[in-house]
């Protein structure tokens, strides 16, 4: 007999499976499935690179004629729509089994609900909302860009015991140690894209693709936002683009230079509000692209502007154990505050100690 806690034990590990799909199953949500008959797991899955095939899809493969009469244990509820595959509620039914647990309901106006009916319909038992807060939690990308048209947003800063990304000459390698460093390789590994400023890419010629753990085949696409163009046809960006996508995020007023033509970078048109983009177009432009998760790793106006415009949703600071003083350059912009009633306000997620490194992860 199921009982709430054998429920929810099932579904930890569904919730589980689907966080490695977390960077690589964008515009689609990153799914668990786990498909369990007599207290035994006989089908697992979860979303695939490119949002395909679905978790359910791959655990009742795996489950085969054992899936009858089991209960599916599955991240979010099943869609009910056909899109460029068919519905996994009508393939849960097919399987014929007995019962599904869904962690929660899925807000896309073509499941919503309709899933979990067709179901029921059925006469298959539905448990809703086990562990929805950790499911939810795992796909905070897929529920921003449905829910406010934007990916969900993850600034990192690296700075100093005095908030400081770079001393007065612009010498900033390397402020963290190698640990925090190999962190933020993972962290680009489970995010659709990367963002930074033209002004990061003209002092630092960054590549910004992942190049630890093993995980090189996980680079996210790499966003650059660029008012004027002036990222170099020649930069490791634009050169690698072709291999990873670049997208350069620049003024809609801007004409393109037609060489851009001659690369495999991307342009996309945003609005410009006082001589900038308005971060807020940029990041609904993003989330009409399909990204779900925008990690943001510079430089100081960047995060800024996200900032001002409470636009992070998580935010990661890692500190090392060093300091340069007020004539440093300061990891953030002007935020332009005279209240402390007024400034961002995060709480404490996670601490961790990476080498000599501290690096904290606050949430909104």
């Known amino acids: 007999m199921a009982t709430r806690a054998g429920d929810e034990r099932w579904m930890r590990l569904a919730i589980g499976l689907g966080r490695r799909g977390l960077g690589q199953v964008w515009p689609n949500p990153?799914?668990?499935?786990v498909i369990v008959r007599d207290g035994r797991v006989v089908g697992r899955g979860y979303t695939r690179p490119g949002g395909r095939p679905h978790a359910e899809t791959e655990a009742l493969a795996q489950a085969g004629s054992a899936a009858e009469g089991a209960t599916a244990y599955v991240s979010l509820e099943p869609c009910a729509h056909h899109g460029k595959t068919p519905p996994c509620a009508d393939a849960l039914i097919a399987a014929k089994v007995a019962r599904v647990v869904s962690a929660m309901l899925d807000p896309d106006p073509r499941v919503a609900g309709q899933g979990h009916a067709k179901l029921r319909a059925a006469g298959i038992e539905v448990e809703t909302d086990v562990l929805c807060a950790e499911a939810q939690d795992a796909?905070?990308?897929?529920?921003?860009?449905?829910?406010?048209?934007?990916?969900?947003?993850t600034l990192k800063l690296a700075m100093t015991l005095?908030?400081?990304i770079a001393t007065r000459t612009g010498d900033s390698q390397w402020i963290t140690g190698p640990e925090a460093r190999a962190y933020t390789h993972l962290?680009?590994?489970?995010?659709?894209?990367?963002?930074?400023?033209?002004?990061?890419?003209?002092?630092d010629n960054p590549d910004l693709r992942v190049r630890h753990h093993g995980l090189a085949n996980r680079s996210p696409v790499r966003v650059v936002l660029d008012t004027t163009l002036k990222t170099p046809a020649d930069s490791k960006l634009v050169q690698s683009a072709g291999e990873t996508p670049v997208w350069l995020c620049h003024g809609d007023s801007m004409a393109a230079d037609a060489a851009w033509a001659e690369t495999a970078a991307q342009l996309l048109p945003c609005r410009i509000v006082d001589r900038t983009l308005d971060i807020g177009d940029v990041l609904q432009v993003l989330g009409e692209k399909g990204l779900t998760r925008l990690l943001c790793e510079g430089g100081a106006a960047v995060a800024a502007s996200l900032l001002r415009a409470g636009a992070v949703d998580r935010l990661i600071v890692m500190t090392a154990g060093a300091a340069?003083?007020?004539?440093?350059?300061?990891?953030?912009?002007?935020?332009?505050?005279?209240?402390?009633?007024?400034?961002p306000r995060f709480r404490l997620y996670d601490m961790r100690r990476f080498g000599d490194d501290v690096v904290t992860d606050w949430r909104t």
């Open 324 to 343: 340069i003083g007020s004539d440093g350059l300061s990891g953030l912009g002007s935020l332009d505050i005279t209240s402390l009633a007024d400034a």
């Open 139 to 153: 796909n905070t990308g897929f529920l921003a860009r449905i829910i406010k048209g934007r990916p969900a947003v």
């Open 162 to 164: 005095d908030g400081k």
């Open 30 to 33: 990153a799914v668990g499935c």
């Open 187 to 203: 962290l680009r590994s489970n995010h659709d894209a990367i963002m930074v400023g033209s002004g990061t890419v003209l002092a």
